[in-house]
């Protein structure tokens, strides 16, 4: 059965990061999604939404975030856009996993988990009207017991 697109619009701002996991946790709830696609929801909202907010536009600049979610009996689709500093996560360097986490670099792991976690993440800068739009599809994985 496929669903309409569940959208939400806030500003690009810390406050928001709440309002955009709870809109996660309502969707978990509607969707019934398997654990495998609500964590990977909450972790790219977590992950694109804090670094939107963080680091994307300009401390003088106000912007927004847009998070829209599809899912039907395939696949879990995210989408998350902003007109903040293009970011391509595609080209962001892998973590250093070796040693010990006390001597690790901070940064990048959250994008990684993204990247190993889910089946496509693709990623488009639109020059005329600004836009970013990464999205991040996640299939749904059969259960061994043969049902989905």
Not at 19 to 34: G, Q, S
Not at 133 to 143: F, G, M
Request: hydrophobic fraction near 35%.
């Amino acid at each position: 059965m496929d669903h309409e697109a569940t959208v939400i619009e806030v500003p690009a701002q810390w406050a928001s990061i709440e309002a955009l996991l709870n809109f996660v946790d309502e969707l978990e709830r509607t969707l019934a999604l398997p654990d495998d696609q609500a964590y990977l929801v909450r972790l790219v909202v977590e992950e694109f939404a804090t670094n939107i907010v963080k680091y994307s536009y300009e401390q003088h600049k106000q912007g927004i975030i847009q998070l829209s979610c599809t899912c039907d009996e395939d696949e879990l689709r995210v989408i998350i856009r902003d007109h903040g500093q293009p970011f391509d996560p595609n080209y962001s360097p892998e973590p250093d996993l070796s040693g010990d986490v006390e001597n690790r670099s901070v940064g990048g792991l959250g994008v990684f988990l993204v990247r190993e976690m889910c089946d496509v993440l693709t990623y488009h800068h639109d020059r005329a009207s600004g836009w970013n739009e990464l999205v991040v599809i996640k299939k749904r994985q059969e259960r061994t017991d043969g049902s989905a």
